[in-house]
């Protein structure tokens, strides 16, 4: 739909082709920064790729939102840092329920917009870094602060409501 060069700046490892490698080739994660493989494509996995939506077998007025290089030829302007023209922000935000997405659930949590608002004011970027990188200490690790959100933003997208994926 778009022709899209792959990003000169990509630190996934997947040669910008939106590959959606989550090692981050040794990259360390800057708390400052915000990486799509990490943050920004589960997101967009769990609450927009369900059956009828977003994902490579339906989608939904042409949109994928699979991968960086899917999302960034088939949705117009979204790595562009105008919220006007940006669809992928526009929709997130729009009062229109007929119009926002995720259509027919909830709004995604302020937090996770302005998640997305940031990785994009950023430059939009197919980037991904190391989680892992470092002591990985677990001494203090608790659910409430270390599993809940990763449960919250990796999975509940697909895995709540009235009709959870797989019955969980």
Known sequence: MFNVEPDPTDTTGTGGTGGGGTGGNGVVCNPDSVYFSNQILPILISNCTQSGCHNDQDREEGIILTSYQKLVSTVENATLNNWDENDLTRVLIEDDLDKRMPYGKPPLPQAQIDLISRWVA????????????????TTNAKFSSFVQPLVQARCQGCHSGSSPQGGI
């Open 122 to 137: 950023q430059g939009a970027r197919n980037n991904a870094c190391n989680e892992n990188a470092g002591q990985c200490d």
